[in-house]
């Protein structure tokens, strides 16, 4: 499963990228974010990273490692989380006065018969995170709040467009409960 998704932030290219990369300000954009440690170094950047998140209300551990760093234009990571391995990648680019900013998450079940059932669920999770994260970077790069509160409500609506059956499900364990 690929999850690639990009927004524009009125910033400079280099800040937007030591801004995404410095592990200090996870907590500020990433929403499940709960802590994280530096577990291997080099030249003062992290190299290797584990770090603990909550997910659904549900707690959840990943490591990943710098596979690849092009300064201020693009960092690969390669990483498990909760047992499944994944790839990803955070890209820059100058567009008119600002940067656009891109997310990649690649990722695949390793148990692909008892999981093949997962996927419809465990994608637009990620996309939403994915989403959320964005959003949160937007809004601390300046971008305008009335902005940032319609591409919210786009985002809501776009993405229980793409999953019907997603939200029937939640449908049911809300007001089951």
């Not at 801004?19 to 170094?41: D, H, K, M, Q």
């Not at 390669?78 to 955070?90: A, K, L, N």
Request: proline letters at 6%; glycine letters at 8%; one cysteine or more.
């Amino acid at each position: 499963m690929i999850v690639r998704q990009s927004i524009d932030v009125p910033a400079p290219v280099g800040e937007v990228f030591r801004f995404v990369t410095c592990t200090e300000n996870y907590p500020r954009y990433i929403p499940a974010y709960e802590s994280g440690a530096v577990l291997a170094s080099a030249e003062g950047r992290p190299l290797t990273f584990r770090w603990r998140a909550r997910v659904l209300g549900l707690p959840c551990s990943a490591e990943e490692t710098i596979v690849e760093r092009q300064e201020d234009e693009r960092i690969r990571y390669q990483g498990r989380m909760m047992g499944v391995p994944f790839e990803s990648s955070m890209e820059t680019a100058a567009v008119g006065d600002g940067t656009r900013f891109t997310v990649t998450v690649r990722y695949e079940l390793p148990w692909r018969v008892a999981t093949r059932g997962l996927d419809w669920a465990l994608q637009p999770l990620v996309e939403r995170e994915v989403a959320t994260s964005l959003g949160r970077l937007r809004s601390l790069f300046g971008g305008s709040a009335a902005a940032n509160q319609l591409e919210s409500v786009r985002g809501t609506y776009a993405f229980w467009g793409r999953h019907p059956l997603l939200y029937a499900a939640q449908d049911w364990i809300t007001f089951a409960g």
